[in-house]
């Protein structure tokens, strides 16, 4: 078992590895289907991966932001910017210039973000 991922040969390794378990855990109808030690192979490996991903790869995550998880919700829902504005109860023009940063939201605007679409209201604190 590998204990630290040290180049791009053994990262796909590990990943080939880890693809197994998935696989495994796919055609078994969930992660039952894998035994525990193979669920714990599968967590190591994928905290080696992650760890050399940050170390060397430099996937770092995008940040989220307020409107980057607006503009999901929206794909999610399947509507338009003026359909998500007649959800939350506000104008068109009000809702692209706060997802523009033009301008700042209101707490009315936060308070039907929680409400309507459903997004956590600490993450919304702490975007604001």
């Not at 796919?26 to 192979?41: I, K, P, R, Y």
């Amino acid at each position: 078992m590998i204990n630290k991922i040290r180049n791009e040969k053994q990262y796909h390794q590990v990943m080939t590895m880890t693809e197994g378990y998935l696989q495994k855990a796919t055609d078994g109808g969930g992660f039952h289907a894998l035994s525990q030690q193979e669920a714990d192979e599968l967590e190591k490996l994928s905290l080696l991966a992650e760890r050399y991903e940050d170390e060397y790869m430099k996937l770092m995550p995008m940040p989220l932001t307020l409107a980057a998880v607006v503009e999901a919700k929206k794909e999610e829902l399947g509507v338009t910017q003026k359909g998500l504005a007649s959800i939350l109860g506000i104008g068109a023009p009000k809702l692209s210039q706060i997802l523009n940063g033009k301008r700042d939201p209101d707490v009315g605007f936060l308070k039907s973000l929680h409400q309507k679409l459903g997004i956590d209201g600490n993450f919304i604190l702490e975007k604001v």
